[in-house]
């Protein structure tokens, strides 16, 4: 092929050496494979290039870009309710754990303490979205080393899941629910809530993670295909700035919800000094394909735990932080049947008149199915934000992606990838 | 007319036959292997699987063939292989593409030539009316081709099929398909060896390479998947790898090579790359029955009037025919399962697989049953008994040697040295990390709140 990677002059996409390539002699083993965008294995337009020696990988360079949507512009002409439709496109895995982030960052730089009741229910919608994050990945995990069956016992209760965002926000797949100091609306009917939620927890995806479990947890073939493979150390994950369960698979015992507590992560959650939830961070020292599995088993299992603390005991009260009318919508019955009510639709649909943001900035972030999850907001005091940075946790997460592949097999690419939950839209945004 | 005509005998009449008839049931039964691993996979997976396609082909008069569960699926993938274009991408080496597919198809459909379905018929004589031809009956085969190299024909015709596939790889001119058409190549020699020296286990045993021999030892002295456990299993695995079956799909492994060999067919080509995989299937499944689980015969150790050798009516005949047919759909059965519930190998430990494990493992099984059968074995049930509990301890004596040998650990990585991650001994690092916590390497200290 006459393709390389790095002509002698003039192109400085990769500027290291890999001199296990020059110092080699080429025995005819030497091929270069063009790894996606288009490829059932990367789970969307991942392109990674790969200069083989055999089946064993000695370079590995990733081309990202192909998904760019421009979602990061797209948040200068949104103002800050509008934008949580871009925000839950960036990683449709878990597209309420992006909205509730979003607005976390916002209300940060508004200076907005929300309701017990909002917490509450972020809460539990953002652990739902944990869930329904890792199922895929344990699932693809399985499905990335030829075990169709895993996938499907993982894909089976995200329908569940999407029920309920669908329950709770009328939409199944991006449920745009939040809104700047609460939600958009609030339950239809609380007992409902509850009982789906249950009903999920108990029956749909603790049996579940137990049959993924039994299927893949001690098969030979699978540990064999997983452990060792794609060895990320502790300090590696430090310096490379790894977070989420990428990094606590490693060691590194980070996690946003207890390390800058948030939500009802936080002590004193509603004010009358309720405690935080009680949840273990799972931690794996091996920083494997396979510790990487459980500990997103793992953080499943405490997420069910998480949810089971809070659903029984949902506080009444307003769900809107905001006492006066002017901030939220009115509901649809109001604008449709009094003048007052109209205005004030009018007014806070065509020309922002409530928002009055500080001119300042401000840096929220919590910790998502992938890491953390962050959003810097650059505030001119207009209705819009002057500019809006995300830390994607996709992106950051995929910088190892060579460092882990170099020096494996073929196959072990696809696990790998698989196991780093690399979600382009995210990554490309 | 008659001297013409001379070669006909009642054998080769019973053969013609037996063959048309059996490549009928191989063709319609690899149809409905493809909805038997559907169903099978959707009831593993909790889904529901095909279940509305029935044969009604979208017309009013006949909607009362409509749903059978699905049943009709089959007919549906084969017309629509049927009408779709049969696109030859550019570049490719046109010969060599088509023919693939033949290559890889016709040997599975003279696989199963020699493989005794139903045992001996005693033939009455008759005479063919038209041509005025007298047949004298006798004793005939109910295989389509009873020779007497029997068991040789099989390893021989089902190894060839790979030739297709490697050819098909090459000549798509894709990288993956050229990858997934090596592999298949490398596997096949690797794998030939395991199911080779396991099918001596079973020769040594029975003395002799007549299907018809092997079922009549097998009667008299136990199956052999009794008294030779560890090769049946070897010769079980050997033959998965040979079938291109999970866990040994790396030919076409979907996430890694996206279709391994096929990638670049589509309609009727791909489809006889399908039909040969499933054909491959059931004839290995009827070799494997014919060489461990007695052929014909319906249970072990009891001779029951139909299915003993013995028998040569016209109904012992059809119903070792149905007990034939029933262990290989049992045994497609257990590929299928074994296909849905484990991973895939990696291609280095499919070698190793091969090489380090299932070699050896059947070299030393071949010997202890040499001397087994050098120092003679008893006749009947404790004929089974002595060589079950010998492969017992067989294996736990491995067991214990293997389990003591130095590990290797198959997953590590090389390191590529000088490379940017592996810098060489003394080299600057540009990666080290600045950041003072992270070249310091302690444990957490944060209390986890405990439940």
């Known amino acids: ?429 | 007319m008659a001297d013409l005509l001379g070669f006909v005998s009642a054998q080769f009449l019973v053969s013609v036959l037996v063959y048309a008839v059996i490549v009928h049931v191989l063709l319609a039964g690899a149809g409905y292997f493809t909805y038997l691993e559907r169903k099978i996979s959707a009831y593993i997976q909790d889904r529901v699987g095909p279940n509305r396609t029935g044969f009604d082909l979208g017309l009013p008069f006949l909607g009362f063939l409509k749903g059978l569960w699905g049943l009709g699926q089959p007919l549906a993938d084969g017309i629509k292989f049927m009408l779709k274009e049969d696109y030859t991408p550019g570049k490719v080496d046109k010969v060599l593409f088509t023919l693939a597919p033949g290559i890889v198809v016709i040997p599975a459909l003279i696989g199963f030539a020699v493989i005794p379905w139903g045992g001996v018929w005693d033939c009455p004589s008759f005479t063919i009316p038209l041509l005025n031809l007298h047949v004298a009956g006798g004793p005939v085969q109910i295989a389509a081709l009873p020779v007497n190299v029997g068991v040789i024909y099989m390893v021989a015709v089902t190894s060839l099929g790979v030739y297709g596939i490697t050819l098909g790889g090459w000549a798509s001119n894709n990288k993956y398909s050229f990858l997934g058409g090596l592999r298949a190549t490398a596997q096949m020699l690797a794998y030939e060896l395991p199911l080779g020296i396991s099918l001596l286990v079973v020769l040594l045993m029975v003395g002799s390479l007549l299907p018809m021999d092997i079922i009549r030892y097998q009667e008299a002295n136990g199956w052999l998947l009794l008294s030779q456990p560890i090769a049946a299993i070897i010769f079980f695995i050997a033959m998965l790898a040979e079938a291109n079956r999970v866990p040994f799909d790396n030919a076409e492994a979907e996430s890694e090579l996206v279709g391994g060999y096929h990638t670049e067919y589509n309609s009727m080509r791909f489809a006889l790359f399908f039909l040969a995989e499933y054909s491959h299937l059931a004839v290995s499944s009827a070799f494997f029955v014919l060489l461990f689980m007695g052929g014909f015969q319906l249970l072990p150790f009891i001779n029951d009037p139909l299915t003993a050798t013995g028998a040569t009516g016209l109904l012992a005949v059809l119903a070792k025919l149905g007990v034939y047919f029933g262990k290989v759909l049992f045994m497609v059965l257990v590929i299928m399962l074994v296909r849905w519930t484990v991973p895939r190998l990696r291609y280095d430990q499919v070698m190793s697989t091969a090489w380090q494990g299932l070699i050896p493992l059947s070299l030393v099984v071949l010997i202890a049953t040499s001397v087994a059968v050098f120092f003679g074995l008893p006749q009947g049930f404790s004929h089974v008994l002595l060589l079950f509990g010998g492969n017992l301890v067989l294996f736990v004596v491995l067991w214990y040697v293997v389990g003591r040998l130095p590990a290797y650990n198959p997953n590590r990585k090389i390191p590529l040295l000088g490379s940017r991650f592996y810098p060489l001994p003394g080299e600057r690092v540009d990666h080290a990390p600045s950041d003072p916590m992270a070249r310091e390497d302690r444990p957490y200290e944060g209390a986890l709140p405990t439940a």
């Open chain 1, 1 to 429: 092929m006459p393709y390389t990677l790095r002509p002698d002059q003039g192109y400085d996409i990769d500027v290291e050496s890999t001199r296990y390539l020059e110092s080699h002699p080429d025995t005819g083993d030497r091929w270069t494979l063009n790894f996606g965008p288009q490829h059932p294995a990367t789970h969307t337009t991942l392109r990674l290039v790969l200069e083989l020696d055999g089946e064993r990988v000695a370079r590995c360079t990733p081309h990202i870009g192909y998904l760019h949507s421009g979602f990061e512009k797209l948040g200068e002409a949104l103002d800050y309710n509008q934008y949580v439709t871009i925000v839950s496109r960036m990683n449709y895995l878990s597209p309420i754990a992006n909205d509730i982030c979003w607005h976390h960052a916002v209300e940060t730089l508004f200076g907005i303490e929300i309701t017990p009741r909002c917490k509450v229910l972020r809460t539990i919608l953002a652990e739902l979205a944990r869930i329904q994050d890792h199922l895929l990945c344990i699932g693809a995990a399985a499905l990335d080393l030829g075990a169709i069956t895993g996938f499907l016992y993982g894909f089976n209760p995200r329908e569940k899941i999407y029920d309920i965002m669908d329950f709770v926000s009328g939409q199944r797949y991006h449920p745009d629910w939040t809104r700047v100091g609460g939600a958009m609306q609030d339950l239809p009917d609380q007992g409902t809530f509850q009982r789906m939620v249950k009903a999920f927890c108990h029956e749909d995806c603790l049996p579940a993670i137990k049959d993924i479990e039994t299927l893949v947890n001690r098969n030979r073939i699978f540990m064999d295909r997983t452990r060792g493979i794609g060895v990320l150390t502790r300090q590696e994950a430090i310096a490379w700035s790894i977070s989420g369960p990428l990094a606590r698979s490693a060691g590194v015992a980070r996690d946003l919800r207890k390390d800058a507590p948030y939500l009802c992560y936080a002590d004193n959650w509603d004010g009358q000094g309720a405690p935080a939830v009680r949840f273990q961070v799972p931690v794996c020292q091996d920083g494997d394909v396979y510790a990487r599995f459980l500990v997103r088993i793992e953080e499943i299992k405490q997420s069910v735990r998480i949810i089971d603390q809070l659903i029984d005991t949902i506080p009444a009260g307003p769900l809107n932080a905001f006492t006066d009318s002017k901030m939220v919508k009115p509901p649809k019955g109001e604008v449709y049947g009094s003048i007052e009510g109209l205005i004030q639709h009018f007014e806070l649909i065509m020309s922002n008149r409530g928002w009055k943001p500080p001119v300042a900035e401000a840096y929220g972030c919590q910790e998502t199915a992938n890491g953390e999850l962050g959003y810097f907001i650059v505030s001119d005091g207009g209705p819009r934000p002057w500019r809006v940075r995300t830390r994607p946790p996709s992106f950051i997460n995929y910088q190892v992606m060579a460092k882990l592949t170099e020096g494996h097999m073929l196959a072990d690419i696809v696990g790998i990838l698989g196991s780093l939950n690399i979600v382009a839209a995210e990554l490309d945004r």
